[in-house]
């Protein structure tokens, strides 16, 4: 009997490639009010898909929910402090940590090996063991761990295309597509 690779189908909480396209965009957009909406469309598949949510969408709206806090003034310096540490352990523990659970790797070396600052890294250290560093910094790291996420997660799912989408593609095709590469990048991130 002849045997046929079938295209793996994955249930997955957004509605399509346009949703999933619409919060991408509303996470990044500098707007508050746009990227509150997307933060509460990612708790809405947060509640439909439980732990299999993708590690990069759950760190990108932590990351995203401290920027929003932090243009609203309602937090106080060492309050935005502790908001933006948490999210940034979590963001490198979490990135870091299957490659740790086969054998004990320094965190630097796993930072380097998918291309993450050392400076990262080490702000994620004083935030855990040290001194908490100035906001001014902890702001920068999200900045850069944002966009790291942005390069290395979002725009992949979106084949770096962001704007230019074929319009002679079946919308069932496109969302083959990010179901795919949802499936393999959740087997790289956790």
């Not at 933060?39 to 990108?60: E, F, H, I, N, Q």
Request: hydrophobic share 40%; charged share 35%; glycine share 4%.
């Amino acid at each position: 009997a002849r045997k046929r690779l079938k295209l793996l189908r994955t249930v997955v909480a957004w509605r399509g490639r346009a949703e999933w396209d619409q919060v991408m965009v509303g996470l990044y957009c500098g707007d508050s009010r746009l990227q509150q909406e997307a933060l509460d469309r990612v708790s809405a598949w947060k509640s439909r898909y439980g732990p299999k949510m993708p590690l990069a969408v759950d760190c990108t709206a932590e990351l995203i929910r401290c920027k929003v806090l932090d243009s609203s003034g309602r937090l106080k310096s060492h309050e935005l402090i502790l908001s933006y540490g948490l999210a940034l352990v979590r963001f490198v523990n979490l990135i870091t940590e299957r490659k740790q659970k086969m054998v004990s790797i320094p965190l630097r070396q796993l930072a380097k090996e998918v291309d993450i600052p050392i400076w990262v890294v080490d702000l994620r250290h004083e935030l855990t063991h040290g001194k908490l560093p100035r906001l001014a910094l902890c702001r920068k790291g999200c900045d850069v761990v944002l966009d790291w996420l942005r390069k290395t997660y979002w725009s992949r799912q979106l084949g770096n295309n962001l704007c230019e989408e074929s319009e002679d593609e079946d919308e069932d095709e496109e969302q083959e597509r990010v179901e795919e590469n949802v499936e393999l990048d959740n087997d790289a991130w956790e």
